[in-house]
């Protein structure tokens, strides 16, 4: 390694003015924007946030990769600024900067590595390889527990991506967000590529694009299906683990991120020189114009920098102590992630970095909100999670982010990290209560039906406080992360040996059961049960109280070959298979999620505003929730707590809470749901008047075929068979 004199000639070297001048700029806003400066003159503004550093240099680089540094001379409040006159859209940049090499005291500043612009607004390239010079520190040094503390002076400009200067004017004036009420809203987890790359209908230059999602034969399966929001895993500009690259495996999810305010480059059809920007927002038009809601999965509790031993790519090099939480001895990270590192929300220039990126692609990207991945970590103040931390009070007050779709997944793998229920009534969740309860009333696992309760109505005793509403709760029993709803009902353990880590990786509480027989089978019996079974999910799923969301491919038993930890799979265990029209059971399972959505759309007492009081609303007695029996009784506080495989609940819509939009008392039909558990038919004795006097069945998950509506009637106070592990939905008739 180099001397401290060597070090220092490469500091002045770097120093030399080379290029075109730069004038003094703004230190407002952060990042590349292309502007008119003094004199008329057209260039670009480049502004970084680099803490505690000694220099910064601004590097532009040429198609052939040629270099040319350029001093920031001037500092506003720890912002190093600039205007380069004739620098406009399209020019590649990155940053070097100087300072202390002090890993013990957490410095780690090496202008000998490139680093991405935390705000650049496109990246040219990709992090497919991590080679060592993308490294801060010598990464093969021989002694391993200190090499974090060794400085690498190899150049890593040849070896990592650039930031690209965008100029986009776009002021949204032809688009028209649908803003669909929570209440009324279904959300559909997918992934841009793994939606899109096998689809016939979309051109194969589209897809696993943008503009492949964007396509006429993609829309029409989202808006045939009745969603009215895609929930995008996360389409920031991410990196591949260095883990990943030596096994020959990327990552595929994207739970990687490395630029916040830039579309993944890797998924622009049109080019990565900016072009990506506007694909993007063509697909958020196309998805706007079919009355669908683009919400992002975005992942700002942690970097692709990993730990003291990943790369140096962007916040590691321009401030780590500003930008990261560390440990009591500053060279190591805290790590509530399980990723390497956790961002410092509580610095203001972290807090600004999330707010920009998040008001940025709801002002310039047009996107309606955004699901924050392992949300506890960004609620943490010093260390434990505050539900008044500076992160959570900066949204709440923030007139363009409180006014959109917020969805925390209410946890972090630190002590304390479990906060399912406790978010701000701003915020809704991901409720995996809803998903283990249901998954273990549909394998016959619960020890009772209290917990399903709950879960069924709304989770009032999560939410029903701080002026929260059902639609707080958002309901799944599948996610990216798990098995597929086909895997749910084919496999009780993981396999995950395609990832290369010895099955270790993904969870082993997958609450599953594979109906007698572990993965594919020809067993015509067990198939049928597992189709059956896929059905009562999907149609519980369905009719709870809540918001919905389905994940891409549960529709038409997608499988995933009992992989429970895709994250690394970009290839067809990660991708849709499209080839529905081959199997029938598959199309079957379609048309059931097509029925399901379209009864919900129509139904209010299906997508209720407030909780059930339980109490009666008239005086004929009824009251809004009822709990039955199979023997056609209300349940008895001694029903909640004894083992049963069946309950009957009651959904009155004589008079739902709240108006329409005319001001107009809001009523419905009324509904009758059994469900049934038990591995033998079941006779259940339907509740007579005063709850009805004649019920119409609508879905019954024992039949095969749910293509049109049974309509068979039957009297209040008699029985109807409950098939084996299903569902039954009556409509009352008065």
């Known amino acids: 390694m180099s001397s401290a004199a060597e070090q220092e000639a490469v500091h002045e070297h770097a ?16 990042g590349a924007r292309c502007r008119v400066g003094p004199g008329g003159v057209t260039g670009t503004n480049f502004a970084l946030w680099a803490g505690g550093a000694e220099a ?9 990769g040629t270099e040319t540094r350029l001093p920031l001379t001037e500092l506003t409040h720890e912002i190093w600024h600039g205007f380069v006159p004739g620098v406009g859209a399209g020019q590649r940049y990155g940053y070097r900067v100087h300072g202390r090499w002090d890993p013990w005291t957490g410095a780690r500043w090496n202008p000998a590595k490139l680093l991405l612009d935390p705000y650049a607004r496109a990246v040219d390239g990709d992090f497919a390889a991590l080679p060592p010079e993308a490294y801060g520190h010598v990464r093969d040094w021989p002694q391993q527990h200190v090499a974090d503390t060794v400085r690498d002076e190899r150049d890593s400009a040849p070896h990592v991506p650039k930031g690209v200067v965008v100029h986009d004017d776009d002021d949204w004036s032809d688009d028209r967000r649908p803003k669909t009420p929570w209440q009324d809203s279904v959300i559909y987890e997918l992934h841009v590529k793994g939606f899109t790359r096998l689809h016939p209908g979309i051109p194969e230059h589209l897809r696993g694009t943008y503009a492949g999602l964007a396509h006429p034969a993609a829309i029409e399966h989202l808006t045939g299906l009745g969603v009215t929001a895609v929930e995008l895993l996360p389409v920031h500009q991410f990196a591949h683990e260095d883990h ?3 096994r020959g495996l990327r990552n595929y999810w994207g739970y990687n991120s490395v630029g916040y305010f830039a579309p993944h480059a890797g998924y622009s059809s049109s080019g990565t020189t900016g072009q990506q920007v506007g694909e993007f927002k063509r697909m958020v038009r196309a998805l706007h114009a079919a009355g669908i809601e683009v919400i992002l999965d975005v992942v700002y509790n942690h970097t692709a920098e990993a730990g003291e031993l990943g ?5 590691k090099g321009i ?3 500003g930008y990261y939480r560390l440990q009591s001895d500053a060279r190591r990270y805290a790590d509530y992630t399980g990723c390497g590192n956790t961002l410092h929300v509580v610095q203001p220039q972290v807090l600004r970095l999330i707010t920009d990126s998040l008001r940025y692609w709801v002002t310039e990207m ?11 970590a960004l609620a943490r103040s010093m260390h434990d999670v505050d539900m008044l931390s ?3 009070a ?16 209410p946890w972090d793998v630190g002590n304390g990290g479990y906060q399912v229920g406790a978010f701000p009534p701003l915020w809704t969740e991901w409720n995996d209560r809803y998903r283990d309860a249901v998954r273990d009333f549909w394998r016959g696992a619960l020890p009772d039906v209290r917990d399903l309760g709950y879960r069924l109505s709304g989770s009032s005793d999560l939410y029903a406080w701080g002026g929260r509403r059902p639609y707080a709760s958002v309901n799944f029993v599948t996610a990216h992360d798990g098995f597929t709803l086909r895997d749910l009902v084919t496999y009780e353990r993981k396999h995950n040996e395609a990832n290369g880590e010895g099955n270790r990786d993904g969870t082993h509480d997958n609450r599953s059961w594979n109906c007698g027989t572990e993965g594919e089978t020809d067993d015509p019996g067990i198939n049928a049960l597992r189709l059956r079974q896929q059905r009562n999910l999907l149609t519980t799923l369905l009719l709870s109280t809540g918001v919905p969301m389905l994940v891409a491919g549960d529709e038409t038993g997608r499988t995933q070959g009992g992989n429970n930890n895709a994250y690394c799979q970009d290839n067809e265990i990660g991708w849709l298979d499209w080839s529905l029209p081959d199997d029938p059971d598959r199309a079957q399972l379609l048309a059931l999620t097509r029925r399901l959505l379209a009864l919900r759309h129509r139904h209010p007492v299906l997508r209720r505003r407030a909780f059930f009081s339980g109490r009666p609303q008239r005086a004929d007695g009824l009251r809004d929730l009822a709990w039955f029996t199979a023997e056609g009784a209300e349940m008895t506080e001694g029903d909640w707590y004894a083992p049963t495989a069946t309950l009957g609940l009651y959904l009155s819509g004589r008079d739902i809470p709240g108006r329409d939009e005319r001001g107009e008392r809001i009523t419905d039909d009324s509904f009758l749901a059994v469900l049934h558990a038990g591995p033998r038919p079941l006779e259940f004795r339907l509740p007579g008047p005063p709850w009805a006097a004649t019920y119409e069945l609508v879905v019954d998950t024992a039949r095969t075929d749910q293509s049109g509506p049974p309509g068979t009637r039957h009297e209040g106070g008699g029985t109807i068979t409950v098939g084996a592990r299903s569902t039954v939905l009556l409509r009352v008739r008065e």
Do not use: M, Y
């Not at 910064?56 to 052939?64: K, N, P, T, Y």
């Not at 047009?366 to 506890?376: C, E, I, P, Q, T």
């Not at 900066?394 to 409180?402: F, H, K, S």
């Open 15 to 30: 120093l030399e003015r080379t290029g075109p001048p730069v004038w003094p700029g703004a230190p407002t806003p952060l």
């Open 56 to 64: 910064v240099e601004l590097c532009l680089f040429e198609a052939d």
């Open 244 to 246: 990943l690259l030596r």
């Open 311 to 315: 790369p140096t790519l962007s916040l």
């Open 319 to 321: 401030d780590n102590r």
């Open 366 to 376: 047009g996107v309606d909100g955004f699901r924050f991945d392992l949300a506890a």
């Open 390 to 392: 500076p992160f959570l």
């Open 394 to 409: 900066v949204i709440a007050q923030d007139p363009v982010l409180r006014r959109v779709k917020l969805i925390a997944e």
